[in-house]
């Protein structure tokens, strides 16, 4: 059973910076796909940012291109999501997840099959 915990969230100012973690154990199959999605209140779960390691193929979505970066450490089984020049509209419960996706499949939730408990993010205008 494939285990997802994120951490990093927290309370930070317009332009501010933050780095959120998540801590993947259970299963280490490098083919699969980590992707980072968000939810605000009263929105619907989107897709931030995923990275396939074994193939170093990495997917934004165009509202944080620019501004937030992926990565990952395949030996400590870690994936990170930097977030930089925060702005307000990017408030929101940050959900770290794993799945096996190809190609334009790694933006869509349904191919995420396993899912972290979720970091707040708030940013402060």
């Known amino acids: 059973q494939v285990q997802l915990i994120e951490s990093g969230g927290g309370l930070v100012q317009t332009g501010g910076s933050l780095r959120l973690s998540c801590a993947a154990s259970?299963?280490?199959?490098?083919?699969?796909?980590m992707g980072w999605f968000r939810q605000a209140p009263g929105k619907e779960r989107e897709f931030v940012a995923a990275?396939?390691?074994?193939?170093?193929?990495?997917y934004y979505a165009d509202s944080v291109k620019g501004r937030f970066t992926v990565s990952g450490d395949d030996v400590k089984n870690t994936v990170y999501l930097q977030m930089n020049n925060l702005k307000p509209e990017d408030t929101a419960v940050y959900y770290c997840?794993?799945?096996?996706?190809?190609?334009?499949?790694?933006?869509?939730?349904?191919?995420?099959?396993?899912w972290g408990q979720g970091t707040q993010v708030t940013v402060s205008s």
């Open positions: 997840s794993r799945g096996y996706c190809v190609g334009d499949e790694c933006y869509q939730t349904k191919q995420y099959t396993f």
């Open positions: 259970g299963g280490t199959d490098s083919s699969w796909a």
């Open positions: 990275i396939r390691m074994s193939h170093s193929i990495i």
